[in-house]
């Protein structure tokens, strides 16, 4: 009986079994201090303002003096002032014309370089991802210069086919110019929604192609049919991301217009950096920033889901 027990505890399989769990048990720490430096990095640049903001919006503060707890009043005052509807109304605008924009021509690129072969082809990626390295900054100042009323190439091109009727001060007018913000950047497809697009057409599988060849239909059946449903997730994707870019991005508004004329193209993130930096209420700024993280964490949230949903995560 001994035997037959020292037997099976000496036996390879077992050892090597026993020695395999035993490997798989230790823990190789080592990856984990190299990437200690960047984590220590993301946290006290990244993760502790974001902190610190979040709880300096229970406070008044002016930047200088002891600030004072004053609870939900910086959120109370935001929500209830006159001018929080307009912004967001602003706000809503630039968000579905974002999406509108993001979900189309991005898309429409990705498919004519998709299905250009040839040489050209293969130069206009480069072309059009090289403007992604751009600084936004600049961009942002081209187009103020386009809508420049007096000196703008808009302008100036209006007048020079003979539709001088059309000219407008376009930023300058309280009407237009928040529809105007809708167009900087046109036509909009050197971004990462392309890339995104341009990888999912790049992962559907040829057979699908090739079977819905032989039966002779047009290129734009066959986007309706199998790209577009393939599509699906990163469509969604970028979709939500559109969103987000919408809240966090306006940093345009504040380099073009500062949100005038008057309060024609406000936003809530202008208003914060107007509170914070142009009226020393750095507590009630904060407050308007810690919605503003609310709304993209609860759409950020809803991102991973998507992810996870379409297999993506």
């Not at 376009?170 to 929604?193: K, M, R, T």
């Not at 066959?222 to 997730?233: H, T």
């Not at 949230?301 to 949903?309: G, P, V």
Request: glycine share 8%; aromatic share 12%.
């Amino acid at each position: 009986m001994n035997d037959a027990v020292n037997m099976v505890e000496h036996s390879p399989e077992l050892t090597a079994h026993t020695s395999a769990k035993k490997r798989r048990r230790k823990v190789n720490v080592a990856p984990y201090l190299m990437i200690l430096p960047s984590l220590l990095f993301v946290l006290i640049f990244a993760y502790y303002p974001a902190v610190d903001g979040l709880v300096m919006s229970f406070f008044n503060w002016d930047g200088f003096n002891s600030p004072t707890f004053i609870g939900l009043h910086n959120f109370v005052a935001y929500l209830t002032s006159g001018h929080v509807g307009v912004e967001v109304f602003h706000l809503a605008v630039l968000t579905a014309g974002g999406m509108i924009v993001s979900l189309s021509m991005p898309l429409l690129a990705a498919e004519l370089l998709y299905n250009h072969r040839s040489r050209l082809g293969r130069l206009y990626k480069p072309l059009l991802v090289i403007p992604m390295v751009i600084p936004p900054i600049v961009t942002f100042e081209i187009w103020g210069n386009i809508f420049n009323p007096q000196s703008g190439l808009l302008n100036d091109l209006l007048r020079t086919v003979g539709l001088s009727s059309l000219t407008n001060t376009w930023l300058a007018n309280p009407v237009i110019a928040i529809y105007c913000l809708l167009f900087v950047g046109f036509p909009w497809v050197s971004n990462l929604y392309l890339l995104i697009y341009l990888a999912g057409l790049q992962n559907i599988p040829t057979d699908l192609y090739d079977a819905f060849a032989l039966d002779g239909k047009s290129i734009w059946k066959r986007i309706q049919a199998i790209d577009i449903p393939m599509l699906m997730g990163q469509i969604r994707l970028v979709a939500i991301f559109s969103i987000i870019a919408s809240i966090q991005h306006f940093v345009v508004i504040l380099v073009l217009t500062q949100g005038g004329p008057g309060y024609a193209t406000m936003v809530p993130g202008v208003d914060m950096y107007n509170s914070a930096f142009s009226y020393d209420e750095y507590g009630l700024g904060m407050a308007i920033g810690a919605l503003m993280f609310l709304a993209v964490l609860l759409l950020t949230l809803l991102t991973f889901r998507f992810r996870k949903k379409d297999g993506m995560a």
